[in-house]
């Protein structure tokens, strides 16, 4: 039994503590047997959840506590009506192993391997240059356009329509070799290439491919030696009259770390932002998500939640889950009351507005220093750059008013605060480029850009 509490410690960990009551808490019993691990279930909708969703943490948890060199097989199983009946594999579930490498995130031509399709996505005012210029490229990639940039914050649907292009690819160009990576697998093999004299190779397998596609490529910021790999491996692409698909956080501007000539050559290609979706956007999805799921969900249940989940389609589509396992769970239909009993901490979250701390805890994250010394009275020029674009974040985005930014930025006088916003506008008037230092780097970026960064980053925290 201590060896079961354990594991689901480090699954909860993994996964985060609400993720872990919803799927986990009371909905499944762990047992250990000479095999492996069990996780037994009540019913079909919350075992082929876990096992589309949570297998690789499963197996990764097991693995910590049962050791390397045991057979850790992990099997999600439903148990029959008087629980103690047979048991039968979840259908989305197969038993996986421990030792098991992870499923891989490239597709041969003419197989489809990814999850987002762009027939599945739905379009909106907030999206709909991004989807077209997605299906574009997918129908005749390299042609009006051999690089494609989206950008906004997380849970957009920028993943969505990067996979669909590459699944479109699969169908339509099966002759065509493509590459689906994320921004931080890109870093790590290119890091294992180095230390194990194996570079040519990793150069080979990332250029020689007709598109490749890159998520979150702003995971390369501030990494210098790995922005120069990608660079070279980028010119190599373009020269050959190729496709690359990139998607990021922010504008290539708003990303600080990144160097002049990548933002260069980024900024040449279709840039084209994300936006958080609108009403009709979030009343579709969650119409399609609970179609997919073959639940009946009343029209006023889809208002309640496409008018309080807000923020981002990720927020939007995990409520609806939550909802149907809430539902699975009590063996109840789906009301309103329901959703407001089950939805309650997603609404609170999604109502709550962005505060001062927020703000300046995201600036000083994104300068490499520390809340408390933008609330200093330090001059150095690093903080006060911050200091003075946290000032103009916090006026532009709530209702307080300067003393009171001032009081809440280490009680400053309100002139403080007036001179530091003035300062910010004017600079962005002029288009500056502002410069500031981290530890053992220099960096500079157009203040603009910087400032859409960090406004895209608050976004999807404001109601």
Same mark, same amino acid.
């Given at each position: 039994?201590?060896?079961?509490?354990?594991?689901?410690?480090?699954?909860?960990?993994?996964?985060?503590?609400?993720?872990?009551?919803?799927?986990?808490?009371?909905?499944?019993?762990?047992?250990?047997?000479?095999?492996?691990?069990?996780?037994?279930?009540?019913?079909?909708?919350?075992?082929?959840?876990?096992?589309?969703?949570?297998?690789?943490?499963?197996?990764?948890?097991?693995?910590?506590?049962?050791?390397? !060199?045991?057979? $850790?097989?992990? @099997?999600?199983? =439903? %148990? &029959?009506?008087?629980?103690? #009946?047979?048991?039968?594999?979840?259908?989305?579930?197969?038993?996986?192993?421990?030792?098991?490498?992870?499923?891989?995130?490239?597709?041969?031509?003419?197989?489809?391997?990814?999850?987002?399709?762009? !027939?599945?996505? $739905?379009?909106? @005012?907030?999206? =709909? %240059? &991004?989807?077209?210029?997605? #299906?574009?490229?997918?129908?005749?990639?390299?042609?009006?356009?051999?690089?494609?940039?989206?950008?906004?914050?997380?849970?957009?649907?920028?993943?969505?329509?990067?996979?669909?292009?590459?699944?479109?690819?699969?169908?339509?160009?099966?002759?065509?070799?493509?590459?689906?990576?994320?921004?931080?697998?890109?870093?790590?093999?290119?890091?294992?290439?180095?230390?194990?004299?194996?570079?040519?190779?990793?150069?080979?397998?990332?250029?020689?491919?007709?598109?490749?596609?890159?998520?979150?490529?702003?995971?390369?910021?501030?990494?210098?030696?790995?922005?120069?790999?990608?660079?070279?491996?980028?010119?190599?692409?373009?020269?050959?009259?190729?496709?690359?698909?990139?998607?990021?956080?922010?504008?290539?501007?708003?990303?600080?770390?990144?160097?002049?000539?990548?933002?260069?050559?980024?900024?040449?290609?279709?840039?084209?932002?994300?936006?958080?979706?609108?009403?009709?956007?979030?009343?579709?999805?969650?119409?399609?998500?609970?179609?997919?799921?073959?639940?009946?969900?009343?029209?006023?249940?889809?208002?309640?939640?496409?008018?309080?989940?807000?923020?981002?389609?990720?927020?939007?589509?995990?409520?609806?889950?939550?909802?149907?396992?809430?539902?699975?769970?009590?063996?109840?239909?789906?009301?309103?009351?329901?959703?407001?009993?089950?939805?309650?901490?997603?609404?609170?979250?999604?109502?709550?507005?962005?505060?001062?701390?927020?703000?300046?805890?995201?600036?000083?994250?994104?300068?490499?220093?520390?809340?408390?010394?933008?609330?200093?009275?330090?001059?150095?020029?690093?903080?006060?750059?911050?200091?003075?674009?946290?000032?103009?974040?916090?006026?532009?985005?709530?209702?307080?008013?300067?003393?009171?930014?001032?009081?809440?930025?280490?009680?400053?006088?309100?002139?403080?605060?007036?001179?530091?916003?003035?300062?910010?506008?004017?600079?962005?008037?002029?288009?500056?480029?502002?410069?500031?230092?981290?530890?053992?780097?220099?960096?500079?970026?157009?203040?603009?850009?910087?400032?859409?960064?960090?406004?895209?980053?608050?976004?999807?925290?404001?109601?």
């Amino acid at each position: 039994m201590e060896k079961v509490s354990t594991i689901r410690e480090r699954i909860a960990d993994r996964i985060g503590a609400n993720r872990y009551r919803t799927w986990f808490g009371d909905a499944a019993e762990f047992r250990l047997n000479t095999d492996g691990l069990d996780v037994m279930v009540s019913n079909s909708f919350v075992g082929n959840w876990i096992a589309s969703n949570y297998m690789d943490e499963l197996v990764a948890s097991a693995q910590e506590v049962l050791g390397e !060199e045991d057979p $850790v097989d992990v @099997r999600i199983v =439903r %148990l &029959a009506a008087d629980g103690d #009946g047979e048991q039968q594999p979840a259908r989305a579930a197969p038993t996986r192993s421990a030792k098991d490498p992870p499923p891989p995130r490239r597709a041969r031509p003419g197989r489809v391997g990814l999850r987002g399709r762009l !027939e599945e996505f $739905v379009v909106g @005012r907030s999206n =709909r %240059l &991004a989807y077209a210029a997605a #299906g574009q490229l997918a129908r005749d990639p390299g042609g009006a356009f051999k690089l494609l940039v989206l950008h906004g914050g997380c849970g957009l649907g920028k993943t969505h329509l990067l996979q669909g292009i590459c699944n479109s690819l699969s169908r339509s160009h099966a002759e065509l070799e493509w590459r689906y990576i994320s921004g931080e697998q890109f870093t790590n093999e290119f890091i294992y290439a180095v230390k194990s004299g194996n570079v040519d190779l990793f150069r080979a397998r990332l250029r020689n491919v007709d598109v490749l596609v890159i998520d979150d490529i702003h995971f390369l910021a501030d990494k210098r030696a790995t922005q120069e790999e990608f660079l070279h491996t980028f010119d190599a692409i373009d020269a050959c009259g190729k496709a690359v698909v990139l998607s990021s956080d922010r504008h290539p501007r708003g990303i600080g770390e990144l160097s002049e000539p990548l933002i260069n050559r980024l900024i040449a290609g279709m840039v084209v932002e994300i936006e958080s979706p609108d009403a009709d956007v979030r009343r579709e999805i969650v119409r399609r998500r609970a179609a997919a799921l073959n639940c009946d969900i009343d029209r006023e249940v889809v208002e309640f939640i496409a008018e309080r989940i807000t923020r981002n389609v990720r927020e939007l589509e995990g409520a609806l889950y939550k909802l149907v396992a809430f539902a699975s769970l009590t063996k109840g239909p789906i009301t309103l009351d329901l959703a407001r009993t089950a939805l309650e901490d997603h609404i609170v979250r999604s109502t709550r507005s962005t505060g001062p701390d927020e703000i300046v805890s995201l600036v000083a994250n994104r300068f490499g220093v520390t809340h408390e010394q933008i609330c200093s009275k330090s001059r150095d020029r690093t903080i006060t750059l911050a200091r003075g674009i946290a000032m103009y974040l916090v006026r532009k985005t709530t209702t307080m008013s300067f003393p009171e930014i001032g009081r809440a930025l280490g009680k400053k006088n309100h002139s403080t605060v007036l001179m530091a916003t003035q300062r910010i506008e004017r600079q962005l008037r002029e288009e500056a480029t502002v410069t500031w230092k981290t530890k053992g780097a220099t960096h500079e970026a157009l203040l603009s850009g910087l400032i859409e960064g960090l406004e895209h980053e608050l976004a999807p925290s404001r109601s």
